[in-house]
């Protein structure tokens, strides 16, 4: 059931910060002087509003320390720019990266904030040729300045998508390169891995990101894991959550309990054989 009445209220992140970084994580604080094993993702991997999240689940099915070092919204940006996760992925024994969205990370048309990557800070002359039009000092958010581009044309957003595409490619193999440790890669989310990346409308996250994509990248980690909510959960979708008043609407958008337990599960299968 979900509680989102007075005595339990929303949950305690027990947020952590680790040297290097500005970033608060989600606890229990890991010691990365011992060995141990790091999540990086968004959103899905913070875990808000789920009492355990993957990383945890997974530290008590392996009997290993996991540090959560996702935030809420981030993309591939906080991962390449963070100083904490860098050490972190330098001194892991193995790596749990999410697949996020490529519309959550800075490019030729536009720049998006350093460490909260849903935000949008400016456009780039390029695109402002692009979309003439446009006034983007009316967008705070990459998703809500996107979902307007669509609109104004779809061919021209085209050429957006295709940018934010071979970005993302990009990206995931300089993150990739970095490890020197096993990479597990985990799609987790409310749909499979599709041909498109969206069809007249932006659809679910990972935004942009295609099946055919997915496999690329794929082939240079150690595994890949696809984890998507089944009927049930996207009926009942915030079923064992625990969240405050107001926030039922946020809350059922996100991911319960139940898909965090299969994807811990999953996962600790594959890290374990090797």
Not at 26 to 47: N, V
Not at 55 to 67: I, N, T, W
Not at 214 to 222: D, K, V
Request: hydrophobic share 40%; proline share 5%.
């Amino acid at each position: 059931m979900s509680f989102a009445f007075k005595g339990h209220g929303p949950l305690d992140y027990k947020l952590v910060t680790y040297e290097g970084s500005q970033m608060r994580f989600r606890g229990p604080q890991i010691d990365l002087t011992k060995p141990f094993l790091l999540c990086l993702g968004g959103s899905e991997t913070f875990g808000k509003f789920v009492p355990q999240p993957y990383p945890d689940r997974l530290s008590a099915m392996l009997g290993r320390p996991v540090a959560n070092m996702a935030a809420m919204n981030a993309g591939l940006e906080l991962a390449l720019g963070d100083g904490a996760i860098a050490d972190a992925m330098s001194r892991a024994e193995a790596i749990v990266l999410q697949i996020t969205g490529a519309h959550h990370l800075t490019n030729r048309f536009y720049q998006v904030h350093p460490r909260r990557n849903d935000r949008f800070l400016q456009p780039s002359d390029i695109l402002r040729v692009i979309y003439r039009e446009v006034d983007f000092t009316d967008f705070h958010f990459s998703r809500h300045m996107l979902e307007h581009l669509l609109t104004c044309s779809e061919d021209r957003f085209q050429i957006v998508v295709d940018e934010l595409k071979m970005a993302w490619m990009a990206r995931m193999r300089s993150l990739l390169n970095r490890a020197i440790c096993p990479v597990h890669l985990l799609w987790i989310g409310h749909r499979p891995p599709a041909e498109t990346g969206y069809c007249r409308e932006l659809g679910a996250d990972p935004l942009f990101v295609t099946k055919g994509m997915l496999e690329e990248i794929a082939a240079q980690a150690a595994s890949l894991t696809i984890c998507v909510t089944t009927r049930e959960e996207q009926q009942k979708p915030t079923r064992g959550m625990f969240f405050g008043l107001g926030e039922e609407k946020i809350a059922r958008a996100l991911l319960g309990p139940d898909i965090h337990v299969r994807a811990a599960r999953d996962l600790s299968e594959k890290i374990l054989k090797l």
